[in-house]
Every structure is written in structure tokens, then in C-alpha cells.
């Protein structure tokens, strides 16, 4: 796992090409504000060999974050990102790593026949129960995460995952109700903490698409204070003094400013309520956030609104649109796909310029 001598140590090699925030804090030291991710891409040999040169070099071009989950590609970038760790000169303790359970993810290849292997693989074997089961792929009972989270740790080839997210817990609410998914859900917690306690995980989170971005009246919000103290209760039953709910990931660029622009959490500061949007909570919370669709999957590689632009360090659109994603203010670390190696120096050396200030930002919104 990641440490803080390891990654400090990548930093003081790496950290003098780069501008003065590119390693922000993340424990137990350090990790780089642009981080890799892995979603995109067809679940090929071709793509497999794609991603692991462009692995290999973000690793050597001062990129230390690596963000997957067991159903990105059906398992195949998990696999891919375990073989790279295997050969790279980069240290594991200089690296973090980060998956995510909660989709049924298909193993090797998309199977003909979806609902066929779903029922074969994990309702007849009984690794999940049909009642926790939302739209015929999504599964977040303690006893299935337990499983992924085991098939993870066999893919990566490590002992421990820096950051284990629940994926998407949001997609239960498409289905059951709020109470049984925070019951859910802090039965979960409760597994992610004895798994912390046993050194599988360092720590875990909530890696969501629209839970935090939506208004309080949406079908799929979700409230970061009362996640926070269904992490408090889970931690308390098991034990544990504090808990190790630490990361949010969540979709942030200009054209998903949610994060930053919507005030849709009540939480109170000193004894006084207020309205604060996710990325405010997060930062009174001390929580860490990675942003995912830095680029909108692509969308933004054209690049952004000009106005923006004009404000944002960057010799690429492609760069300041990663610069924007992590200019706002709480955030530790930009996510973006590099299923190609052709595309890692140009992103990576988005992290030369610094990003926005807090007050530039703010005016981007005014």
C-alpha cells in the first residue's frame, strides 16, 4: 500500500517538474492532483496492451494515482494495472490505488447472454441475494462487497487498496427506499471498517455520478452529513474510535459544476445550521475529494467555454480543463482516462501550471 515515506519520496523525485500544489495531501502523505483513470475502452487485448504503456508512463511521468474499479472493462483493467504494478521500477509504497465494488462486473469479456450469466454467476451461487439486487446489476449488501472486495485485491495483486469506494450507492434508491439502503449502508461501513482493521483497505469512500450533484428532491440524492454519521454508527459498532469514511469521488467540470454551485446539504458549523454545497461539506467534513469526467469523457478535449478558458493555465484546452477541475477548492486529485499512451504527457503536464486560485474561482461562477 501507499505510505507516507513512499509517496513523499515520489514527490521529492517527481515534484520539482510540476507547480507548487500538483502533490496535495492524502494519507498517509502525498499523491498527485492528476490521477489515472481506467474506465474507458473496450475490454480487448489491444486495449489491455494500450493501458499499460499509458500506466507505465504516467507512473514515470510524476502521476502516483491509479483509480479502477472490478467492473471497468469486466475485470480487465483491474488485471491490467496488477501486471503494470508487477513490473514497474516505480515502488507500491509510492503509489495510490483506488477501486470500487457495487456493479456485477462480467469477467473477461461482455457474455451473450447478460441476464443468463448474472443469474448463473451470482444469484444460483448465492453471492447475491436477488432482494439486494437493483436493476439486475447493482449490489452493495456487505456480504457481496466482502466478495468483490477479495476478487479486487486477487486482480490488483496487492495486499492492501488505498481506497475502496461503494460505487454508485445512489442506484439502490432507483429501486428501495431510503431506510433500507442506509440500513444497507451502514452494514457495509460496519464490513469496510473490519477490513480496514484487518489491513485489506487503508481506508474507504463513495464514489458516486449523480448522489451528490442532484437536488434534495431527487430520487437519487444522497445527504453527505447523514453518510457521515452512518460512518460514525458503523465505526462506533465496531469499535473503532473514528472512522474511515474519508474520500469522495464524484463527476466535477464546467459543465458539471454541481459540486461547487449547488447548496444541497444542511450541515451545522459552531452550532449553526447552514446550506453548503458538497465540496463545503467535504472541506468542513475533512474529507478528500477526486474528481472523475475531468475531461466529460472526452467532451471537453475540444475545449471549454472561451471565458473560462481565458482564466485557466494551460498550453492545451485539453489542460486547462483538467487545470479547472482541479482549481476547485477541495478538491485533492482530477481523474482522467488514459486508455492511450499518446495522451499521458500532454495530461500530466497539465500539472506544470498552477491551477486557480480560490478567489479566481469563486469569480468564475459571479
Not at 1 to 25: H, K, L, N, P
Not at 308 to 314: W, Y
Request: hydrophobic share 35%; charged share 20%.
Amino acid at each position: 500500500m501507499g505510505t507516507a515515506s513512499g509517496t513523499w519520496g515520489y514527490r521529492d523525485r517527481f515534484g520539482g517538474s510540476y507547480g507548487r500544489t500538483y502533490f496535495r495531501r492524502y494519507p498517509p502523505g502525498v499523491c498527485s492532483s492528476i490521477g489515472i483513470g481506467t474506465y474507458l475502452g473496450a475490454p480487448t487485448e489491444v486495449q489491455d496492451a494500450r493501458y499499460a504503456e499509458a500506466l507505465s508512463s504516467g507512473l514515470e511521468h510524476g502521476i502516483n494515482v491509479i483509480d479502477t474499479a472490478i467492473n471497468y472493462r469486466c475485470q480487465r483493467s483491474e488485471r491490467v494495472i496488477g501486471a503494470v504494478l508487477k513490473e514497474t521500477s516505480i515502488d507500491r509504497a509510492s503509489i495510490v490505488l483506488t477501486t470500487k465494488g457495487g456493479f456485477l462486473p462480467f469477467d473477461g469479456s461482455r457474455p451473450e447472454n447478460p441476464s443468463a450469466y448474472i443469474q448463473d454467476r451470482f444469484i444460483d451461487t448465492g453471492r447475491v441475494d436477488p432482494a439486494t439486487l437493483v436493476r439486475g446489476s447493482h449490489c452493495i449488501a456487505p456480504t457481496y462487497i466482502s466478495d468483490q472486495l477479495d476478487q479486487s485485491l486477487s486482480n490488483l495483486g496487492v495486499e492492501t487498496i488505498d481506497c475502496y469506494y461503494v460505487h454508485n450507492p445512489e442506484t439502490q434508491l432507483l429501486e428501495r427506499d431510503r431506510e433500507t439502503v442506509s440500513q444497507t449502508l451502514q452494514s457495509t461501513f460496519e464490513l469496510l471498517e473490519r477490513r480496514r482493521k484487518a489491513g485489506d483497505i487503508r481506508q474507504y469512500g463513495v464514489a458516486t455520478w449523480d448522489g451528490f450533484r442532484v437536488p434534495t428532491d431527487h430520487e437519487q440524492y444522497l445527504s453527505l452529513p447523514k453518510l457521515l454519521t452512518i460512518a460514525q454508527e458503523a465505526a462506533d459498532r465496531v469499535g473503532v474510535d473514528e472512522h474511515g469514511l474519508t474520500t469522495l469521488q464524484l463527476p466535477f467540470n464546467i459543465h458539471m459544476s454541481d459540486a461547487f454551485s449547488r447548496k444541497n446539504h444542511t450541515y451545522t458549523i459552531d452550532g449553526e445550521t447552514r446550506q453548503l454545497s458538497t465540496l463545503e461539506v467535504a472541506h468542513e467534513a475533512g474529507l478528500f475529494v477526486f474528481t472523475s469526467a475531468s475531461l466529460g469523457q472526452g467532451e471537453l478535449a475540444s475545449g471549454i467555454p472561451a471565458d473560462v478558458g481565458a482564466q485557466v493555465s494551460g498550453d492545451t484546452a485539453v489542460q486547462r480543463a483538467i487545470n479547472f477541475a482541479r482549481s476547485a477548492p477541495g478538491v485533492t486529485c482530477s481523474l482522467v482516462g488514459m486508455g492511450t499512451p499518446d495522451h499521458v504527457p500532454e495530461n500530466a503536464a497539465a500539472g506544470t501550471f498552477d491551477p486557480l486560485g480560490a478567489s479566481a474561482f469563486d469569480a468564475v461562477f459571479e
